[in-house]
Nanobody, 113 residues
Framework: QVQLVESGGGLVQPGGSLRLSCSAS????????MGWYRQAPGKQRELVAG?????SINYADSVKGRFTASRDNTKVYLQMNSLKPEDTAVYYC?????????WGQGTQVTVSS
C-alpha cells in the first residue's frame, strides 16, 4: 500500500510562484506515471504534469512554459511560476501502477490579488 502526502499549497498573487511537493511512502517500483492533477470548482479533474520512469514529462498545454515537474526517487515536485487566477484549484499528487491508481489528499492553490 502506498500513501501520498502533498505540501506547499497556499495563497499567492498573480504572477507569483509556488512549489508543491509530494512524498510517496513505500516502494514505487513498477510505476507507470507519477505527477500532478488539479480540480477547480465546478470542473473536472485534469492532468497538470505526469512523469514516466524514464523521465519523460507530459504537461497540460495551459501550464507549458510556466510549470516544471520533477521527480527524485519517491518524491515529485511541481514548480509553478507566473501563476494566473485560472490556476486556482486543488492540486492532487497521482501515482499510477498497472494494477492501481493512488491519489494524495490534495492541496489548495489560490491565485488572487
Amino acid at each position: 500500500q502506498v500513501q501520498l502526502v502533498e505540501s506547499g499549497g497556499g495563497l499567492v498573487q498573480p504572477g507569483g510562484s509556488l512549489r508543491l511537493s509530494c512524498s510517496a511512502s513505500g516502494s514505487i517500483f513498477g510505476f507507470n506515471t507519477m505527477g500532478w492533477y488539479r480540480q477547480a470548482p465546478g470542473k473536472q479533474r485534469e492532468l497538470v504534469a505526469g512523469i514516466t520512469p524514464s523521465g519523460s514529462i507530459n504537461y497540460a498545454d495551459s501550464v507549458k512554459g510556466r510549470f516544471t515537474a520533477s521527480r527524485d526517487n519517491t518524491k515529485v515536485y511541481l514548480q509553478m511560476n507566473s501563476l494566473k487566477p485560472e490556476d486556482t484549484a486543488v492540486y492532487y499528487c497521482n501515482l499510477v501502477f498497472p494494477w492501481k491508481n493512488y491519489w494524495g489528499q490534495g492541496t489548495q492553490v489560490t491565485v488572487s490579488s
